[in-house]
Antibody, heavy 120, light 112 residues
Framework: QITLKESGPTLVKPTQTLTLTCTFS??????????VGWIRQPPGKALEWLALIYWDDDKRYSPSLKSRLTITKDTSKNQVVLTMTNMDPVDTATYYCAHYSGYTPNFDYWGQGTLVTVSS | QSVLTQPPSVSGAPGQRVTISCTGS?????????VHWYQQLPGTAPKLLIYGNSNRPSGVPDRFSGSKSGTSASLAISGLQAEDEADYYCQSYDSSLSGSWVFGGGTKLTVL
């Protein structure tokens, strides 16, 4: 079965760079049509899509955050890494990674999420 | 401000039917992009509930149904149960600004 799990720091200081890793199993990121996305959710607020990487290394970013985001993949390790620069308290949120099915374009499997707090 | 608009809250008594709307525009739902729905139980990750406007993944009860028309979509839940109390989000794709995946602002369903 498909599983995903996010890992990374729980606390970062303002202006620092956040690096999150999504480790997955049950699928290959070299399979045509497959992708992994990152979505975040500030406490008590709505979901916000951040970035997505496809099996062919095509990368897409949220227009409002594009300058701060980088998404990469390591197919051999079954990992996807998201970096976000210049962190601010408003970036405090639970960050989720999710399996993306390009053929029914939705996020059909989600990780449990990891809460990242930005505070000095 | 979310690109897709949902009512902040809806409520219904056990056994009743409720609907949640999701209103978009000509660059997302109205452009023909599919709408998907997610259920988020308290303290948990979102779960895919409806995909491709009206399809249910395996294991989702047929009490849940989805539809799409024009620039809007709806999620209907019939035979409400206490366990349905959750946040519900619609999601689509938006072709403006180089393209992006967009979510609604979420709707809190309260089972009275």
């Amino acid at each position: 079965q498909i599983t995903l799990k996010e890992s990374g720091p729980t606390l970062v200081k303002p202006t620092q760079t956040l690096t999150l890793t999504c480790t997955f199993s049950g699928f290959s990121l070299s399979t045509s049509g497959v992708g992994v996305g990152w979505i975040r959710q500030p406490p008590g607020k709505a979901l916000e899509w951040l970035a997505l990487i496809y099996w062919d290394d095509d990368k897409r970013y949220s227009p409002s955050l594009k300058s701060r985001l980088t998404i990469t993949k390591d197919t051999s390790k079954n990992q996807v890494v998201l970096t976000m620069t210049n962190m601010d308290p408003v970036d405090t949120a639970t960050y989720y990674c999710a399996h993306y099915s390009g053929y029914t374009p939705n996020f059909d499997y989600w990780g449990q999420g990891t809460l990242v707090t930005v505070s000095s | 401000q979310s690109v897709l608009t949902q009512p902040p809250s809806v409520s219904g008594a056990p056994g009743q039917r409720v609907t949640i709307s999701c209103t978009g525009s000509s660059s997302n739902i109205g452009a023909g992009y599919d709408v998907h729905w997610y259920q988020q139980l308290p303290g948990t990750a979102p779960k895919l509930l409806i995909y491709g406007n009206s399809n249910r993944p395996s294991g989702v009860p047929d009490r849940f149904s989805g539809s799409k028309s024009g620039t809007s979509a709806s999620l209907a839940i019939s035979g409400l149960q206490a366990e349905d109390e959750a946040d519900y989000y619609c999601q689509s794709y938006d072709s403006s600004l180089s393209g992006s995946w967009v979510f609604g602002g979420g709707t809190k369903l309260t089972v009275l």
